[in-house]
C-alpha cells in the first residue's frame, strides 16, 4: 500500500521548483526557451523550458518520494496522451501543470501559476496552487480544508442582491453547446478571464468572481484548483448536478463561489438537458 506523502513536503519543493526554476527566469526568456505546440485549429499553446524543467523536477521528487505512484506531468501527456488513462485505476496518481497560463508567463505577466493534485482511485485527495509572482500558496486536503499562505481561508459569503459575474470559457465547445451557453448566461455579467485556471479558481474563492463556466476538462487544468476552492466552500458540477472528479469527460462545468450561485446556473440551461 503507498502512503501520501506528507503535505509541508510538497509544498516544500514546489516552493522550491518556484524559487529556483520559474522566478530566476520570469521576464528573463530568450525567444529560444518558447515553443508554440498548438494544434490545427487550436488557439496558441506555448510551452517554455521553464515548463519542462519544473515537470522534470517535481516527476524526479515524486517519483521518490513514492514509487508506487503514477506521475501525469502535462508535458508528459503531450508526449503521450495515453498516461492519462492512468487516473481510471485506484493506484495513486500525482498530476502536474508545471505552469499554467504559460502565455502569460511568456509575456512577462504575472497572472501564471504551478499546480499539483494527489489523486487515488479517481478522487482527489491533496492539492497545491503557487502563484508565484504574486506571492499566494494554496494547499488543500481532503476533508481538512483549504489554506492560503498557512491560514485557512472561506470562500467569502455574496452580497445580497448583487448581480452574478464571472467568464465564461466557450472556446473548447462544440458550436450547439456554445449558443445554448451564452443565450442561456445572459443574467451572468461577464467578466475579462486570465488565461490562467489557476487564477480563475484562486479568484473565486477570494470572491473576485461568483462562476465560471468551462468545457475541456484536461485533469491538470481542474484537478487542483476544483479541490482547493471546494474545500473552502465553493462547488465544482456539471449541468447534471454531480460533482467534477479527474475522471469527468469534457463537459458543461459550473465552477461556483456557493452552491447557490452554481444552482441558479443550473437553472438557466433546465429547459436545454
Known amino acids: 500500500m503507498s502512503t501520501a506523502p506528507d503535505i509541508d513536503t510538497i509544498t516544500s519543493l514546489i516552493a522550491e521548483a518556484a524559487e529556483t526554476l520559474v522566478l530566476p527566469r520570469f521576464r528573463n526568456l530568450t ?7 498548438s494544434t490545427t485549429g487550436d488557439r496558441e499553446d506555448l510551452v517554455t523550458a521553464v ?13 521518490q518520494l513514492e514509487p508506487a505512484a503514477t506521475v501525469i506531468g502535462e508535458e508528459a501527456a503531450f508526449a503521450r496522451p495515453e498516461l492519462v488513462d492512468r487516473l481510471q485505476g485506484d493506484a495513486p496518481v500525482w498530476i502536474i501543470d508545471p505552469i499554467d497560463g504559460t502565455r502569460n508567463f511568456a509575456r512577462g505577466r504575472d497572472a501564471f501559476g504551478m499546480m499539483v493534485a494527489r489523486a487515488v482511485a479517481g478522487q482527489t485527495t491533496a492539492a497545491w496552487i503557487l502563484l508565484p509572482a504574486r506571492g ?6 481532503a476533508g481538512a480544508g483549504t489554506r492560503l499562505n498557512g491560514e485557512r481561508i472561506r470562500v467569502p459569503a455574496r452580497p445580497a442582491g448583487a448581480p452574478l459575474t464571472g467568464s465564461l470559457f466557450t472556446h473548447y465547445m462544440p458550436p450547439d453547446i456554445r449558443r445554448t451557453i451564452e443565450s442561456g448566461a445572459g443574467a451572468l455579467e461577464r ?15 477570494r470572491g473576485e468572481k461568483d462562476l465560471l463556466i468551462y468545457y475541456r476538462l484536461l485533469p491538470w487544468d481542474h484537478a487542483a484548483p476544483a479541490l482547493i476552492l471546494t474545500e473552502a466552500g465553493g462547488v465544482v458540477r456539471h449541468l447534471d448536478g454531480k460533482p467534477y472528479t479527474v ?23 433546465a429547459t436545454g438537458r
Open 31 to 37: 525567444p529560444d526557451d518558447i515553443e508554440d505546440k
Open 51 to 63: 515548463d519542462r524543467d519544473v515537470e522534470a523536477f517535481l516527476t524526479r521528487a515524486f517519483t
Open 136 to 141: 499566494d500558496t494554496f494547499v488543500a486536503e
Open 191 to 205: 467578466l475579462p478571464d486570465s488565461h490562467c485556471a489557476a487564477v480563475e479558481y484562486t479568484d473565486t474563492l
Open 247 to 269: 475522471r469527468s469527460r469534457n463537459q458543461v462545468t459550473l465552477v461556483g463561489r456557493t452552491p447557490a450561485v452554481v444552482d441558479e446556473a443550473r437553472a438557466w440551461f
